[in-house]
């Protein structure tokens, strides 16, 4: 369980710091001002996968009592997919293959991105399945096996 909660207020405070240096009243680089919806959408989604971490650890060691070291791994890399999933919720707004308003405009507000991202990262496996929904009515593509895995803690 240590390693968990090490991992998850280490992201926790990296995205604090990440998130006040890019929106803080000073003027951060300027490749980091112009790219700082996709950048804020990383560390959203980031945040988000890092609740759902914190949440298991609750379930997992307090409520259910079934604490398991083995998932510890899982701990560490849940947060990055996250944020992973962020910023391919953006590139998919961006793009206009996920749409926020009900006007069908290709583009949303920040706050939209934003919460999108944070449900991508609160909920890696639902995002990731309705990406491939996405892949498959627009591309053809089929799902991929991973989505039907139901190994999820």
């Not at 909660?5 to 240096?21: G, I, K, N, R």
């Amino acid at each position: 369980m240590f390693i968990a909660l090490v991992s998850q207020t280490t992201y926790l405070v990296l995205v604090a710091v990440l998130w006040v240096f890019i929106n803080s009243s000073t003027s951060p680089p300027d490749w980091i001002a112009s790219n700082s919806l996709p950048i804020n959408c990383i560390l959203i989604a980031m945040m988000g996968g890092v609740l759902y971490c914190l949440r298991a650890i609750y379930l997992n060691k307090c409520v259910r009592k079934a604490w398991d070291a083995d998932w510890n791994i899982w701990y560490v890399i849940r947060p990055i997919t996250s944020a992973i999933s962020g910023i391919a919720a953006y590139l998919f707004l961006n793009a206009g293959l996920l749409i926020l308003e009900s006007d069908q405009q290709a583009t949303g507000s920040q706050a939209g991105y934003l919460a999108l991202a944070f449900i991508a990262g609160l909920n890696v496996d639902k995002f990731v399945q309705k990406l491939e929904e996405v892949a498959k009515a627009t591309f053809g593509i089929e799902k991929s096996n991973a989505s039907s895995n139901k190994g999820s803690k």
